[in-house]
């Protein structure tokens, strides 16, 4: 039994390690949109295998297409727009994409700010 509840309590606090995904992440994009090819060519493969794709998993919308249960503070107007999603309402915003050195600290800013997202240290190199 005593073995049993080591298990568990083991398990347990490898559950309680893993990210939650509390919050969705919503490109916004649209056909023939360059900086929406060079964010899936540069981003997209790795994004799923972060800290931040696994709290906030990606999920795409076509700009002229938004589906209505989507709840936006504004007009989507510029592709790529990253729509940080709770709930199907919009918390926060990431607009354009002008490469991943701009992409990643302003994503993980707007996670930090709108959720519980607390970033993996860094490693310097």
Request: net charge neutral; hydrophobic share 40%; with cysteine.
């Amino acid at each position: 039994m005593f073995k049993l509840n080591n298990l568990f309590a083991s398990a347990l606090s490898i559950c309680l390690a893993l990210p939650v995904a509390a919050a969705d992440l919503v490109m916004v994009e649209q056909t023939g949109c360059s900086w929406c090819e060079k964010w899936n060519k540069e981003i997209g493969p790795i994004y799923p295998k972060t800290s931040e794709g696994k709290f906030a998993p990606l999920s795409r919308v076509d700009l002229r297409n938004m589906p209505s249960a989507l709840k936006v503070a504004r007009r989507v107007t510029f592709t790529p727009t990253f729509l940080l999603v709770e709930d199907g309402q919009e918390i926060g915003r990431l607009e354009g994409y002008p490469g991943e050195d701009f992409f990643w600290p302003v994503l993980e800013q707007l996670l930090i700010k709108h959720t519980d997202y607390i970033a993996p240290p860094k490693i310097n190199g």
